[in-house]
């Protein structure tokens, strides 16, 4: 049972260009989040999103915006991409238990800015 | 605001023997501690969290930590580790609500060497 999916693994794209990462929860799921991982392996949050409030982090430019369709999907979208926006992106998705909040990672995608 | 310093960018161990991964936190306020490890390709997965209660936590594949107020720290430690432990290990902070605010440390690569 994968509890979050993401897609592509692997991004290969030229600066200017428009692209987009998809990302799917499972329905069990409370909120969602995009993560931006730099070569450095220095991790930083950008957006949660939890069907009602988005909340972005300051500093993420606004090229970069998450698109929910469906209550299962928060997708990344990045325009004009920059050489700098090469990282590894990871999506996330939460879930309240009896221990508390836990959090899933998808898998990642390592996108390179030629 | 809270933040995280991992001491120890690299930790080379042979196997079987004893590790020690610091981390040292700063915050105004109480906070909740989290250790992720990353293995190679793969998603952030959560190894163990201290809420509240005993200062000393068990987590998943042998790992324990133990929270230090008056040195604000929580050192992962594992007595006897394997091949199979390489991998990258975040300590987090988070103030409180959602774990999607962690604030992450900049990771320690642990390679265990036969």
Same mark, same amino acid.
């Given at each position: 049972?994968?509890?979050?999916?993401?897609?592509?693994k692997?991004? =290969?794209?030229?600066?200017?260009?428009? *692209? @987009?990462?998809?990302c799917?929860k499972?329905?069990? !799921?409370?909120?969602?989040?995009?993560?931006?991982?730099?070569?450095?392996?220095?991790?930083?949050?950008?957006?949660?999103y939890?069907?009602?409030?988005?909340i972005?982090?300051?500093? =993420?430019?606004?090229?970069f915006?998450? *698109? @929910?369709p469906?209550?299962?999907?928060?997708?990344? !979208?990045?325009?004009?991409?920059?050489?700098g926006?090469?990282?590894?992106?990871?999506?996330?998705?939460?879930?309240?238990d009896r221990?508390?909040?836990?959090?899933?990672?998808?898998?990642?995608?390592q996108?390179?800015?030629? | 605001a809270?933040?995280?310093?991992?001491?120890?960018?690299?930790?080379p161990?042979?196997?079987?023997?004893?590790?020690?991964?610091?981390?040292?936190?700063?915050?105004?306020?109480?906070?909740?501690?989290?250790?992720?490890?990353?293995?190679?390709?793969?998603?952030?997965?959560?190894?163990?969290?201290?809420?509240?209660?005993?200062t000393?936590?068990?987590?998943?594949?042998?790992?324990?930590?133990?929270?230090?107020?008056?040195?604000?720290s929580?050192?992962l430690?594992?007595?006897s580790?394997?091949?199979?432990?390489?991998?990258e290990?975040?300590?987090?902070?988070?103030?409180?609500?959602?774990?999607?605010?962690?604030?992450?440390?900049?990771?320690?690569?642990?390679?265990?060497?036969?």
């Amino acid at each position: 049972d994968t509890a979050v999916s993401q897609t592509p693994k692997y991004l =290969v794209t030229q600066m200017g260009n428009d *692209k @987009s990462i998809k990302c799917e929860k499972n329905l069990g !799921h409370d909120t969602m989040y995009w993560y931006k991982q730099d070569s450095k392996k220095f991790l930083k949050i950008m957006f949660s999103y939890n069907n009602k409030e988005l909340i972005i982090n300051e500093t =993420v430019p606004n090229r970069f915006s998450p *698109k @929910s369709p469906d209550k299962a999907h928060l997708n990344l !979208h990045i325009n004009s991409l920059e050489l700098g926006d090469s990282a590894v992106y990871f999506c996330a998705s939460s879930q309240e238990d009896r221990g508390g909040e836990k959090l899933f990672f998808g898998s990642g995608t390592q996108l390179s800015v030629l | 605001a809270q933040s995280v310093t991992q001491l120890d960018s690299q930790v080379p161990v042979f196997e079987e023997a004893p590790v020690e991964l610091r981390c040292n936190y700063s915050s105004s306020v109480s906070v909740y501690l989290f250790w992720y490890v990353q293995y190679p390709n793969q998603g952030l997965q959560l190894l163990l969290k201290y809420l509240s209660g005993s200062t000393l936590v068990k987590g998943i594949n042998g790992f324990e930590a133990e929270f230090n107020k008056s040195q604000t720290s929580f050192h992962l430690r594992k007595p006897s580790v394997h091949i199979s432990d390489t991998a990258e290990y975040f300590c987090a902070v988070t103030a409180g609500g959602s774990q999607g605010n962690l604030i992450f440390g900049k990771g320690t690569k642990l390679s265990v060497k036969p």
